[in-house]
Each structure stands twice: as structure tokens, then as C-alpha cells.
């Protein structure tokens, strides 16, 4: 079992950055695949980045390509989410996750774990 907690959200301008971490706890929770989803009011909730165990391979939504970077800190069990150059269409609740699986996968049914979320608001 895996517990994760999201941190960091909150209400900035469009143009800001915002860092949000999720803190993992349980058995060998370093050797889990995570990634970040999200969720708009009225949106089903879609991927937005995904990292490898050994934190060496992400793979990004097009939409937030060159401005979010998803990092893991294992030494920490802790997986990073900086957003920068943030719009208000990246207002979502903002989900951690993770995966036993050891590829990078997109789909939210790869993943058996999950936060409860961290609301980030961006005004324009």
C-alpha cells in the first residue's frame, strides 16, 4: 500500500509558478512510477505528466510541454511538480499518483494509487 499526499496549491496570477510536491508513505514507495493529473470543474480528469522510478524519463500532456516539470526526490519520497508561465485554462484540482508498473503510461487505470488532490487557481 502507498499513501500520497499533495502539497502547494493554490490561487496565483496567470504568468506565475507554482511548485506542488506529493510526499508518498508505505512499503517501497520509491519504487513506484508517479505522475500528475488533473481535474477541471465540469472536465473529466486528464493526465498531465508522468516519471520513472529513477526519476530519468518523463513524458508530458502537450499542453503543458515546456512549461511543467515533473521531478522525484527519492531520497525524500517525494515527486515534484513545477508549473510555470501558468494560464487560467491550468485552474484543476491537481492529483498525485502511482503505479507499480514500470512504463510510462498516460492512463489513469495504470495507476492504483491516488492523492486527494491540491486545488490550483489561476486568475487572469
Same mark, same amino acid.
Given at each position: /500500500? ?5 502539497? &502547494? #496549491? @493554490?490561487?496565483?496570477?496567470? @504568468?506565475?509558478?507554482? $511548485?506542488?510536491?506529493?510526499?508518498? *508513505? ?7 512510477? %508517479? &505522475?500528475?493529473?488533473? /481535474?477541471? !470543474? #465540469? %472536465? ?5 505528466? $508522468? ?6 524519463? /518523463? *513524458? =508530458? $500532456? ?13 531520497? %525524500? ?9 501558468? %494560464? !487560467? ?5 491537481? =492529483?498525485?499518483?502511482?503505479?507499480? #508498473? #514500470? ?8 495507476? &492504483? =494509487?491516488?492523492?486527494?488532490?491540491? /486545488?490550483? $487557481?489561476?486568475?487572469?
Amino acid at each position: /500500500q502507498v499513501q500520497l499526499r499533495e502539497s &502547494g #496549491g @493554490g490561487l496565483v496570477q496567470a @504568468g506565475d509558478s507554482l $511548485t506542488l510536491s506529493c510526499e508518498a *508513505s508505505g512499503r517501497a514507495s520509491n519504487a513506484y512510477t %508517479k &505522475g500528475w493529473f488533473r /481535474q477541471a !470543474p #465540469g %472536465k473529466e480528469r486528464e493526465f498531465v505528466a $508522468t516519471i520513472s522510478v529513477s526519476g530519468l524519463l /518523463q *513524458s =508530458y $500532456t502537450d499542453t503543458v510541454k515546456g512549461r511543467f516539470t515533473i521531478s522525484r526526490d527519492n531520497a %525524500k519520497n517525494t515527486v515534484y511538480l513545477q508549473m510555470n508561465s501558468l %494560464k !487560467p485554462e491550468d485552474t484543476a484540482v491537481y =492529483y498525485c499518483s502511482a503505479s507499480e #508498473g #514500470g512504463a510510462l503510461i498516460a492512463r489513469q487505470s495504470y495507476y &492504483g =494509487y491516488w492523492g486527494q488532490g491540491t /486545488q490550483v $487557481t489561476v486568475s487572469s
